[in-house]
DNA sequence: GTCTATAGAACGATAGAC
DNA sequence: GTCTATCGTTCTATAGAC
């Protein structure tokens, strides 16, 4: 076994939890069936989260840590906002192409009431607090349109939403360079003044 | 009771799995308890629908074909592609605006595996060929860029789910006018030639 | 930390009276 | 069509041995 590869039950309970919420939905899995998969006993499950409720809550935000760290070290800020923006946007649509199982848990549960409003809400606001700074850099240097900020915001969010699900539903076309920079025009004429 | 309002027993039933899938999700509402409060006894439940996935499929499509009713005959195809794409745009979110209940639904079921993958492409079909249609008019009149139809597609959809959410989050806003064009810019500039 | 065994409640669906 | 009553199952969570 290489190192960092050790899995623990404890992980394999999450993985195992990601899969099955994402196919079945939260209240139609039940944690006896997650333990089964997982190879461990209910016990063990309850050992490590003390309900079911606080294990989908732990699995939400280290999903959405893992984004914010895969998206923000992939990006240099060096001036040049297009730039910026076009290596933001195929570092994130990377990150779903690579991880699917995530990025479905994502469309599921990011606006789901399952997950409480403040675990979401806690999520989003360290995630795209990112993204609003350079919304608001772009409409100073009279890049991109004077539209209200949460509207571009939820927008970003509502295409990005879309190409993942359109790549990950016709994974061959992610090969093509066509389809990959059709898809940031969409993303930036959005926004962009004309 | 005035003509038309005469709410029957599965009326009730429907109204009331509506409102309960969406505050607690497909699982975590019981047949009892939607029986319960709109008003039934579960013994009634069961002889409208035959099972509770079938209560949920009865429900999708129904509000599915509601929507497309509402917003097709809100458009009169006159040849401007443009006016034409700002009627539409405006009745889909003012249907949206209007049954914020249904609206959440779609947010949640519409690309949920708790509805039947068969069942969802019945309804995203005979509502997005429609859309499609449109697409390809703009694109041969020179209008659209010429990204893949699909690709478009999909987008459209994103947009229309973010500024639903945006607009439901905020109700205010959907009363300023400079709110609205925007929205509609945002949607439109994606697509539109430069 | 991990297991087995089980408590106690809630579940979907059915039967049969009216 | 609608009701009450209930069957057999499955659920979350805990207790206690190792």
């Not at 079911?52 to 893992?66: A, D, Y």
């Not at 290596?87 to 997950?115: C, E, G, H, R």
């Not at 240097?141 to 699900?165: I, S, W």
């Amino acid at each position: 076994m290489t190192a960092g590869s050790k899995r623990t039950k404890k992980q394999a309970i999450l993985d195992t939890a990601l899969q099955l919420f994402v196919s079945q939905g939260f209240h139609g899995t039940s944690t006896a069936t997650i333990a089964r998969e997982a190879g461990v006993a209910t016990g063990t499950l309850f050992h490590h989260f003390p309900s079911k409720e606080q294990l989908l809550e732990q699995l939400f935000l280290s999903v959405k840590q893992e984004f914010a760290d895969a998206i923000q070290s992939a990006v240099n800020k060096r001036g040049d906002l297009k730039k910026d923006a076009e290596q933001l946007w195929f570092a994130a649509l990377s990150w779903a192409i690579d991880n699917p199982l995530k990025q479905a848990f994502f469309q599921l549960y990011s606006m789901s009431p399952t997950v409480e409003q403040s675990v979401r809400d806690q999520a989003m606001h360290s995630i795209l607090g990112f993204i609003g700074a350079l919304i608001r850099q772009g409409q100073a240097q009279g890049l991109l349109a004077d539209f209200p900020q949460d509207l571009m915001q939820d927008n970003c969010h509502g295409q990005y939403l879309a190409a993942t699900r359109y790549f990950a539903d016709h994974p061959e076309r992610w090969q093509q360079e066509h389809e990959r920079s059709a898809s940031f025009a969409l993303f930036w004429n959005a926004m962009a003044v004309r």
